[in-house]
């Protein structure tokens, strides 16, 4: 096949589980300059996310996990290691190329929203698709049906000031989700948030991502936020280690799942034909 640069696979079958691993994070190595000595932060951490996986990253603060986060979306390189998201590796491309690849394929959540306080709700969220070049008339018709699913859409004219914690982290979703990426990346995305208004964002994100068929790799200090998760990695002394107790189909997770999992209106971001994410991508 000639593969378009950025272009992503599918792992084919529909399901996401089997063939091979949607990200895969090889030996990765990262160390700070700390006046006259190297502060090791990643040493050799390795792990692999199958497509529509929704994985929990733990560790102390401190331990390195948004530091791991910027190396998978490629905003930071490591000093050794590798990082493949959908058969391209991330850390064999150019800066630029980096930037369009995570500008297409990835998605971000932060802890305190880093929501753009002088544009209003809509213009937030249509942002990142009128920077992957959309009209603002197409952007708006991508970021509408995902502000109506965060519960928002009355609000699309507010200014996020006007907003409560809670609802700016749901436009945030909306706008992480807005160009359709593979892969979100959140980093402790309810550590801003009092516990309910934490849960019901949880629920918002599981459900427009793993029930979705997207990846979601989530970093929090907290185990109540990983039961969320399919998979839970432990970040210590720079290396990534398997919960045991949290292997695919044993966690709450399944629980939470219910019967019929709930799926955004992916027909309307199949018709969306912006870049190459829908090349590969059948069977979504
Ligand atoms: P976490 O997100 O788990 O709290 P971080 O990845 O932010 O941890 O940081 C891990 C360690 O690396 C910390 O000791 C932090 O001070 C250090 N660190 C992070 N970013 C930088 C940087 N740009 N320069 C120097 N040290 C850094
Ligand atoms: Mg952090």
């Not at 391209?88 to 150019?94: A, I, R």
Request: net charge neutral.
């Amino acid at each position: 096949m000639n593969r378009q640069p950025h272009t992503i696979y599918d792992s084919g079958d529909g399901s996401g589980r089997s063939g091979a691993p949607f990200v895969r994070l090889l030996g990765l190595s990262k160390a700070y300059q700390e006046g006259d000595r190297q502060r090791v932060v990643l040493q050799n951490a390795s792990a692999e996310f199958h497509r529509g996986e929704f994985v929990a990253l733990l560790g102390r603060s401190g331990s390195g996990k948004s530091t791991l986060l910027n190396v998978v979306s490629g905003i930071d390189r490591p000093d050794g290691g590798q990082v493949w998201i959908g058969g391209q590796e991330l850390t064999g491309m150019s800066e630029r190329d980096r930037t369009l690849f995570r500008r297409r394929h990835i998605g971000f959540v932060f802890q305190f929203f880093n929501l753009i306080p002088t544009l209003t709700v809509m213009e937030n969220v249509t942002l990142p698709v009128e920077l992957n070049g959309a009209s603002p008339k197409a952007a708006r018709q991508q970021a509408e049906p995902l502000l109506h699913a965060v519960g928002l859409l009355e609000r699309a004219g507010a200014y996020p000031d006007k907003l409560s914690g809670g609802e700016q982290q749901r436009i945030a979703i909306a706008r992480a989700l807005v160009h359709d990426p593979q892969l979100v990346l959140a980093d402790e995305p309810t550590g801003n948030l009092d516990e309910d208004t934490g849960e019901s964002v949880l629920a918002l994100l599981d459900r427009l991502t793993r029930q979705a068929g997207k990846n979601l790799l989530m970093v929090t200090h907290s185990p109540e936020s990983a039961t969320w998760s399919d998979r839970v990695y432990h970040l210590r002394d720079g290396k990534l280690e398997l919960d045991p107790a949290a292997k695919p189909g044993f966690t709450t997770a399944s629980a939470r799942k219910g019967p019929a999992p709930v799926r955004l209106e992916t027909a309307h971001f199949a018709a969306g034909g912006h870049g190459p994410q829908g090349d590969g991508e059948a069977g979504r």
